[in-house]
């Protein structure tokens, strides 16, 4: 099946500081991805969705300034967490579509789990 | 997007056959049902998806009744290995392209 590849897998950074999480599609193209977000015991949370050559589309609730989307191109999209501080300390998961013998569906990557001191 | 209902947690031993059963009572005419499975600090990883009917591939098998407002999830002979969360999606057919709204998905736990 298709490959999402996110890096780093982990970070850990100073409060005040910004992150920039990689999201690539190694062997497709993905004109749209998703970014999820997910707390130790809980469900993945949608947070925006990547499309490529125009804004990111951010789900009610998640702060647009706070947390940057860029889709510059087909394979690569960057989420960045700008002055992060503790309490966004969590698990972040990208996705991208793609088709496995015909099925279209979200493959999702491997995850990056953040730090914040 | 149609809501889903799994149960939270399910026990089950080596070798057995384990059926996961999700509720999805509003599901639309365009939707498809997906399922994923999650290991800790990973990300989801693809299942099965299907419509109606009965599909099978390599690793499970998924039931849709002729309503579709559940559908069942079977593992046959888990191994510990399968211990995992497994989340029962339904999103339209271009369910890569329509963004996924994740339940609480079942915690599945495999005993020797």
């Known amino acids: 099946g298709a490959v999402v590849s996110q890096h780093p897998s982990w970070v850990i950074c100073k409060s005040g500081t910004s992150v920039k999480i990689e999201c690539r599609s190694l062997?497709?193209?993905?004109?749209?991805m998703f970014w999820y977000r997910q707390f130790p015991k809980q469900s993945l949370m949608l947070m925006a969705t990547s499309n490529e050559g125009s804004k990111a589309t951010y789900e009610q609730g998640v702060e647009k300034d706070k947390f940057l989307i860029n889709h510059a191109s087909l394979t690569l999209s960057t989420l960045t967490v700008t002055s992060a501080h503790p309490e966004d300390s969590s698990f972040y998961i990208c996705?991208?579509?793609?088709?496995?013998?015909?099925?279209?569906?979200?493959?999702f990557g491997a995850g990056t789990r953040l730090s914040v001191l | 997007l149609a809501k889903t209902t799994q149960p939270i947690s399910m026990d089950s031993y080596e070798g057995q056959e384990v059926n996961i059963t999700c509720s999805h009572n509003?599901?639309?005419?365009?939707?498809?049902i997906t399922w994923y499975q999650q290991f800790p600090s990973q990300g989801p990883r693809f299942i099965i998806q299907g419509y109606k009917t009965k599909v099978t591939n390599e690793v499970a098998s998924l039931f849709i009744p002729a309503d579709r407002k559940s559908s069942t999830l079977s593992l046959p002979r888990v191994s510990l290995s399968d211990t995992a969360v497994y989340y029962c999606?339904?999103?339209?057919?271009?369910?890569?392209?329509?963004?996924?709204?994740f339940g609480a998905g079942t915690r599945l736990a495999v005993h020797p």
């Open positions: 996705s991208a579509r793609g088709l496995a013998g015909g099925v279209d569906i979200q493959y």
């Open positions: 999606l339904v999103a339209p057919f271009s369910g890569g392209y329509n963004k996924l709204i």
């Open positions: 509003n599901i639309a005419t365009n939707d498809y």
């Open positions: 062997d497709f193209q993905a004109t749209t």
